[in-house]
T-cell receptor, first 112, second 115 residues
Framework: DGGITQSPKYLFRKEGQNVTLSCEQNLNHDAMYWYRQDPGQGLRLIYY???????QKGDIAEGYSVSREKKESFPLTVTSAQKNPTAFYLC???????????FGPGTRLTVL | AQSVTQLDSHVSVSEGTPVLLRCNYSSSYSPSLFWYVQHPNKGLQLLLK??????LVKGINGFEAEFKKSETSFHLTKPSAHMSDAAEYFCVVSEGGSGTYKYIFGTGTRLKVLA
């Protein structure tokens, strides 16, 4: 059963801690993305990767970091430098940059 | 520069009546347009897409949208609303003029279906 998985579904973090969100896809897609969703706003792009070992900053990359060591995996680290990290985080993938994106179920991060 | 505007933040309809969710876009090049649906605390699901083929696009769950270049619109419609349609809907524009094919999201329309 092909798709995108994100874990955990809910995540709680104390201020000052780094935390890593997992995103895995078995669709054999080259491109992967991380978005942040806040209430009343559309999704905003954090980082994207078009190919293994390559990634680019999106619109709101400050305070976040990513890696793309494997085609199927694109983890996002929310660092302590991110001032307002409480949000819903969505991972997506597409065959290529020109193609439609498919989304995972999301991770809700809450900073305590 | 590309942008997308969803004209209504909230829409309420009665079950069995038509649905209209409005979307206007701005694009310097030939855009691709998408509608996604999001149920609470879930990811986004693709409803339909326009990529310069037929201007009337049919999607899943009885939804369709018409690309109108002269009006720069891509409104989403459904003849008869079902309770399960209650969700948030996002209109998305993407263009390749800058080479990035970046998705630009609207702010969403929350659809409420009344029994």
């Amino acid at each position: 059963d092909g798709g995108i998985t994100q874990s955990p579904k809910y995540l709680f973090r104390k201020e000052g801690q780094n935390v890593t969100l997992s995103c895995e896809q078995n669709l054999n897609h080259d491109a992967m993305y991380w978005y942040r969703q806040d209430p009343g706003q559309g999704l905003r792009l954090i980082y994207y990767s078009q190919i293994v070992n390559d990634f680019q900053k999106g619109d709101i990359a400050e305070g976040y970091s990513v890696s793309r060591e494997k085609k199927e995996s694109f983890p996002l680290t929310v660092t302590s430098a991110q001032k307002n990290p409480t949000a819903f985080y969505l991972c997506a993938s597409s065959i290529g940059r020109r193609n439609e994106q498919f989304f995972g179920p999301g991770t809700r991060l809450t900073v305590l | 520069a590309q942008s997308v505007t969803q004209l209504d933040s909230h829409v309420s309809v009665s079950e069995g009546t038509p649905v209209l969710l409005r979307c206007n876009y701005s694009s310097s090049y030939s855009p691709s347009l998408f509608w996604y649906v999001q149920h609470p605390n879930k990811g986004l699901q693709l409803l339909l897409k326009y990529t310069s083929a037929a201007t009337l696009v049919k999607g899943i769950n009885g939804f369709e949208a018409e690309f109108k270049k002269s009006e720069t619109s891509f409104h989403l419609t459904k003849p008869s609303a079902h309770m399960s349609d209650a969700a948030e809907y996002f209109c998305v524009v993407s263009e390749g003029g800058s080479g990035t094919y970046k998705y630009i999201f609207g702010t969403g329309t929350r659809l409420k279906v009344l029994a």
